[in-house]
């Protein structure tokens, strides 16, 4: 069955760019949709955005305009690039895939990273 | 876009029933099937457990069932075990081709 592990950096300092990779293993990351999604402490699920393995994305308002999510078909990954980070954007990140019928739901998750914003 | 309204908290005793709803407009969960369940046990990753309104993963208990009525959604945990308690999202594609949560619910088995 198909695994996520999120890999990347856990501590950004404020004004830099907040990078991290999802490598998909046990499947195919040429089909449906892959998400990031994250948590800050103690608070709730906030979706970043998503992309089609072809390359298409969409993004959540709020986030859009400092949000990259992108594909390397190759490698099976796909990662996420989050610039001019602030406290605000402390939390656990998560990757997930959609679930094979499709629907915008996501069935697959990785076991979740933890990035931490400060100087 | 705005989150999803669900209650800050339920509580149940085991072996009862339970219902979670989950608040949106119809430019989401009342304009789309798109609406999922997620349990989310502390310190771990969140666990679909309904989508498409009312299916069920493979391997996911009989005892969880998802409806959908106007613009609200709702999960229903029927004979409530220890193992239930946890957190609940509801999430729905919304006509902007986004996807929103609602901002969870703490489930208490007493």
């Known amino acids: 069955q198909v695994q996520l592990q999120e890999s990347g950096p856990g501590l950004v300092k404020p004004s830099e760019t907040l990078s991290l990779t999802c490598t998909v293993s046990g499947g195919s990351i040429s089909s449906h949709y892959w998400s990031w999604i994250r948590q800050p402490p103690g608070k709730g699920l906030e979706w970043i955005g998503y992309m089609y393995y072809s390359g298409s994305t969409n993004y959540n308002p709020s986030l859009k305009s400092r949000v990259t999510i992108s594909v390397d078909t190759s490698k099976t990954q796909f990662s996420l690039k989050l610039n001019s980070v602030t406290a605000a954007d402390t939390a656990v990140y998560y990757c997930?895939?959609?679930?094979?019928?499709?629907?915008?739901?996501?069935?697959?998750w990785g076991q979740g990273t933890m990035v931490t914003v400060s100087s | 876009q705005s989150a999803l309204t669900q209650p800050a908290s339920v509580s149940g005793s085991p072996g009862q029933s339970i219902t979670i709803s989950c608040t949106g407009t119809?430019?989401?969960?009342?304009?789309?099937?798109?609406v999922s369940w997620y349990q989310q046990h502390p310190g771990k990753a969140p666990k679909l457990i309904i989508y498409d309104v009312s299916n069920r993963p493979s391997g996911v208990s009989t005892r969880f069932s998802g409806s959908k009525s106007g613009n609200t959604a709702s999960l229903t945990i029927s004979g409530l075990q220890a193992e239930d308690e946890a957190d609940y999202y509801c999430s729905s594609y919304t006509s902007s081709t986004t996807v929103v949560f609602g901002g969870g619910t703490k489930l208490t088995v007493l």
């Open positions: 997930a895939g959609e679930t094979p019928t499709g629907g915008y739901s996501w069935l697959t």
């Open positions: 119809s430019s989401d969960v009342g304009g789309y099937i798109y």
